[in-house]
């Protein structure tokens, strides 16, 4: 296991004390078992090939070892996590049935209004469940379906295409926390867009982990037909607890041929989390993926989209930000896997250490034997804020045939004191100048993104920026 | 006196620059800066300006006043000083045209009225013949050196400092670029406020009346004089007229 | 002593990624090793200012790019050994030239070499590797370099051996304050070469310098692992690796650029150019920036691909063959490495060697 120099923020140990021996009977059994699981699997009323798949995938958890690589997961203690919160409420397809202690946490973070502004249909996740599902009218009649997954396993029209996709494309077996996934995963959006639907408004689901010490593990499968378009929007946030939350979601998209699907995600989980999210893209000949990503929160993150391009002249694109700041050990790239000749890939990220905070950019870009004609292109900036924090580079490209057209460009430093002293000579004062410079850093990233989610992003560099200059 | 440079002492990393260096701009005044490269003619103007890199070890900076020696660069730009850079910094993510309101917010303290600052600086890109599209590009990205040139001329247009200082603006332009550069700056003055101009060029100091030419050699003045100067120097060349000085 | 031996995790990247991709470091098979003393003097008359010395090397713990387990079979397998020294404030330009040449009388070398300078002085050490040709051998070597205040040590190591051996290079070096490392490598031959170089940049304004030139061609395979640990203040490293690829050749580099914190205004530079000539071959390539310092200018460059269609069609609309052209940019490519070699003989042997393995080829697709 790699050490870094690490300025991490102690998890209040009296609290796990006290835990301990609440707990203590979990502890023995390490936390999971399959007799947590298969209580799970009742409360779910899962169908037998779910039941069996969550136990498989538990046996698969407890063989696979942590990673050797990547930031520390020393703070987090599996026997410790409450694996499955249950909120008191069923699902509704109205906020005004949803309960107010619930409603009053998405009305603060903006989701209701911009419901009914800007989105064609929104999914609301409170801890484990699904809260709140709705989808425009106009969308549902173009075939559009977007529900909560536990929904659609049970929806004998939908059953069999989840049975055939779900951890299809990420089996239990890639990694240790995907296997947890596989088994205790609870709630999440389930989307299918039919043949050449275009969804001209955005889908968009909010994920609020609200539990001390829960743990996050939503599911999100969309499927695209033929020639569809889609854009989607990922929300996660949480308040600020002294025990560590664990979010191991997974999220699987499946792009068909000539398809497009733009991913989004706004990550801004607060600073106790382990986010230990997997996210993938199977896309088909002529199709799309574009992934927006710009992560600010927890306390530790493993977050590296990946696609694999799968038909002839697919494509990817990347666009990422990252903003590491006090306790903050943010490992976040992105992978792709070129398998078929002319695909292209272009991977663009940004990150800035402040504050003690650690920043990892880790990507890999693989080409295959037979994928000739491909283009890929990456570049990633790191900017550094002071001498406390610390910003890693790990690309890897690994290229198996001669007819290939790679570029890789990385840069690290700080913010130019030439360009301080430039804007600072037209009046703008230090502070100010940085906070100017920094953002408009971030501003390649800020234009992909939905004008809301630009001005949240953007008021979140403001607002980590405020503490950055002494 | 607007601006009044008293016995300045300048070190860029431990090395001197200037060396007692005197000067002092009246309002309605033009004053041309020459010297031959690396007699500190960018030192002086940054130190003015407030560089951090150029370490004042004595002397002093007075600005309508006030002593600004030791002031940050935003303050000096409040008080009305404005520097034209020769090689603008590049800014990526940040548009020329908010940059501009936000240096004017800045500047003025109070809010600007969206609309009549948009007309404003329609009015004043036209003049200087850059096109509408340059206001949303990001600061001097990609932009060429003539173009960074007119970004300057215009910040300084819609600023407009009670001392103008422009750094070898009329530099590396082509002959229509500096016809446009100088009608800009010709724009600019009047009776109330000031120019200090560097420059190996005469094309620039055409359309202007010039008061003073000043030789800064060995990080010092060693020679002041009015506008015949400036003919002076391009027949006979620096050495002879430091040799003069002498 | 017979050996029947493989190297295990050698040529590890200072942080590791996914396991995966297999690239957090390498396996080198030594196979069947007879190690004894090198038989013949592969060391050429000393320059003036140039002593064998008997002190002990200056700094012993020096990390090596290979890694303690590569180094350690060197030292206790030592077929050769030597330690090299100049005195203060001399600067010697003549090169001091070691010639090993593996065959029937030494089939196997494992060679430790130290070298350092004294303050304000300079030395030149080529160190060359070739075989009698369709001869199996093996050679491992370990260089120190150390480099005293304001000193120069400028590293040769051309590496042309036959297409059966097994090679491999670990360098270590230290440099004071002011202190030069300039390194060289040209990895031409061998079946399985691997290469390691750490460089530390201890104090102020220390700096390394490095350039290799690398060809694969048939089933070779090349594997390096270069890294610049930046500590003193201004501090500059340059890596710059080149080469081409044909055949069902190998490549891998792991290039690092390490600024530790402290390291103020150090600049760090690397850049790789890979020229890819068949759909066999595989080229891997991880370029680390690690930073904890904020200001420091690191930048990683890497491009590769095909020669470029407007290159090769200027080349071609001049009267060259598509073939004639792709040899004359590979000789092109590797020209400004080979020129810095300061050794007339060994700077033809090593353009010979490439023109050579090209001559045979009747097309590059």
């Known amino acids: 296991m790699d050490k870094k120099k690490t300025a991490v923020q102690d998890i209040d140990r009296t609290v796990y004390d006290i835990k301990d021996k609440v707990d203590a009977s979990y502890q023995v059994e390490g936390g999971l078992t399959p007799k947590i699981v298969s209580e799970i699997s009742d409360q779910k009323d899962d169908p037998v090939w779910m039941r069996e798949f969550r136990q498989k995938s538990l046996a698969i958890y407890n063989k696979i070892p942590e990673p050797n690589w990547g930031p520390s997961l020393d703070g987090l203690d599996m026997s410790r996590i409450i694996t499955y919160i249950r909120p008191k409420t069923p699902m509704r397809g109205n906020w005004a049935q949803v309960p107010d202690d619930i409603k009053n946490t998405f009305e603060r973070l903006g989701i209701p209004e911009a419901e009914r502004k800007s989105l064609a249909g929104v999914g609301a996740q409170y801890d484990s469940e699904i809260v709140y599902h709705n989808v425009r009218e106009e969308v549902k009649r173009q075939g559009v379906v977007y529900t909560d997954m536990e929904s659609a396993i049970r929806d004998p029209k939908l059953a069999p295409m989840v049975r055939k996709h779900f951890m299809k494309l990420v089996p239990p077996t890639d990694h240790k926390f995907v296997a947890l996934h596989g088994a205790v995963w609870s709630g999440g959006s389930f989307v299918y867009v039919p043949p050449h639907v275009k969804v001209d408004i955005p889908l968009q689901s909010y994920f609020r982990l609200n539990a001390p010490g829960a743990g996050q593990f939503e599911h999100t499968l969309i499927i695209l037909g033929e020639g569809a378009d889609l854009h989607f929007i990922e929300g996660c946030s949480a308040p600020k607890y002294n025990v560590a939350n664990l979010h191991a979601g997974c999220v699987e998209l499946y792009v068909a041929k000539n398809a497009r699907l733009r991913y989004s995600t706004i990550e801004n989980w607060s600073k106790n989390m382990y986010n230990l999210n997997t996210k993938r893209a199977l896309v088909e000949e002529g199709g799309t993926v574009e992934w927006v990503s710009g992560s600010f929160g927890s306390h530790v993150s493993y977050l590296y989209p990946m696609s694999i391009l799968k038909g002839e002249n697919s494509r990817m694109e990347f666009t990422g930000i990252t903003f590491a700041g006090k306790g903050q050990n943010l490992d976040t790239g992105a992978k792709v896997v070129h398998a078929a000749p002319h695909t292209y890939s272009n991977i663009n990220t940004k990150s800035i250490s402040k504050d003690g905070g650690v920043c990892t950019y880790r990507s890999s870009v693989e080409i295959l034997p037979e994928a000739y004609g491909c283009r890929s292109n990456v570049n990633c900036e790191s900017l550094m804020l002071d001498d406390q924090s610390r910003s890693d580079t790990i690309p890897v490209m690994d290229i198996r045939n001669d007819d290939v057209d790679v570029g890789h460009e990385a840069k690290i430093g700080r913010i130019s004191d030439d360009a301080i002293f430039y804007l600072m000579s037209r009046g703008i004062s230090e502070a100010d100048a940085k906070a100017m410079i920094v953002t408009g850093f971030a501003e390649p990233i800020a234009k992909e993104l939905p004008v809301e989610y630009a001005v949240e992003m953007n008021n979140l560099i403001k607002l980590e920026m405020e503490g950055a200059i002494g | ?246 | 002593m017979t050996m029947n031996f493989a190297l295990k995790n050698v040529n590890a990247l200072p942080t590791p990624t996914w396991n995966r991709l297999g690239i957090n470091d390498t396996n080198l098979e030594v196979g069947d090793a007879v190690f004894a003393p090198y038989s013949s003097n592969p060391l050429s008359a000393l320059p003036d200012g140039v002593s064998v010395s008997p002190l002990p090397f200056p700094k012993a713990d020096t990390e090596t790019g290979m890694g303690r387990d590569a180094a350690d079979f060197v030292l206790a397998n030592r077929t050769y050994g030597l330690s090299l020294r100049t005195e203060a404030g001399i600067r010697v330009a003549e090169p001091v030239k070691l010639e090993f040449r593996l065959d029937g009388e030494n089939p196997a070398l494992a060679d430790a070499v130290d070298i350092s300078a004294e303050e304000n002085s300079e030395i030149t050490v080529v160190m060359s590797y070739r075989s009698d040709a369709g001869f199996t051998g093996f050679h491992g070597g370990l260089t120190r370099l150390y480099a005293e205040k304001g000193a120069v040590i400028h590293l040769v190591q051309v590496q042309l051996l036959g297409e059966t051996c097994t090679h491999f290079d670990n360098v270590g070096a230290f440099a004071e304050e002011g202190g030069t490392i300039d390194i060289i490598q040209t990895e031409i031959g061998g079946k399985a070469a691997a290469s390691g170089v750490k460089t530390r940049l201890d104090g102020e304004k220390s700096s390394l310098i490095m350039d290799t030139i690398y060809f694969g061609d048939g089933n070779r395979s090349v594997d390096m692992n270069y890294v610049a640990e930046h500590i003193g203040r201004k501090t500059k490293s340059e890596i710059h690796v080149t080469g081409a690829l044909l055949d069902e050749s190998e490549k891998t580099f792991r290039g690092t650029i390490d600024f530790v914190r402290g390291s103020k205004r150090a600049v760090g530079h690397e850049s790789e150019y890979n020229l890819l000539f068949s759909p066999k071959v595989r080229n891997r390539t991880a370029p680390l920036i690690l930073c904890a310092e904020d200001d420091v200018e690191g930048q990683h460059a890497a491009s590769t691909g095909k020669i470029g269609e407007n290159t090769l069609f200027y080349l071609m609309s001049r009267g060259l063959s598509e073939l004639e052209a792709k040899k004359l940019m590979i000789e092109a490519q590797f020209r400004p490495v080979t020129d810095r070699i300061p050794d007339e003989s060994l700077r033809s042997a090593v353009m010979e060697t490439v023109q050579g393995r090209l001559s045979g080829l009747e097309s590059m697709e």
């Open chain 2, 1 to 246: 006196m607007l601006l009044e440079v008293k016995n300045l002492k300048v070190s860029v990393d431990g090395t001197v620059i200037l060396n007692g260096l005197n000067l002092s701009v009246d309002r309605g005044e033009v004053h041309v800066l020459m010297g031959p490269n690396g007699a500190g003619k960018s030192t002086l103007v940054n130190t003015i300006m407030g560089h951090p890199q150029y370490k004042v070890e004595a002397g002093t900076i007075l600005f309508d006043g006030e002593d600004i020696t030791h002031a940050p660069a935003n303050e000096r730009a409040k008080a009305g000083l404005f520097l034209s850079f020769q090689n603008p910094e590049e800014v990526p993510g940040v548009t020329l045209e908010s940059f501009m309101r936000t240096s004017r917010v800045a500047v003025t303290g109070k809010p600007v009225k969206l609309f009549a600052y948009k007309k404003e600086l329609a009015e004043k890109m036209k003049a200087l013949d850059m096109d509408a599209e340059y206001a949303s590009r990001y600061l001097n990205v990609g932009f060429s050196g003539g173009e960074k040139k007119k970004s300057e001329i215009l910040q300084m247009l819609m600023e407009d400092p009670k001392l103008a200082i422009l750094d070898e603006t009329d530099s590396g332009l082509d002959v229509d670029a500096v016809r446009i550069v100088s009608k800009g700056v010709e724009n600019y003055k009047n009776r109330d406020n000031a120019l200090l101009i560097i420059t190996h060029n005469t094309k620039i100091l055409e359309a202007l009346t010039v008061d003073y030419v000043h030789v800064l050699m060995d990080g010092r003045i060693v020679r002041t004089g009015d506008g015949r100067l400036v003919d002076e120097i391009n027949r006979n060349g620096f050495q002879q007229i430091s040799a003069a000085a002498v």
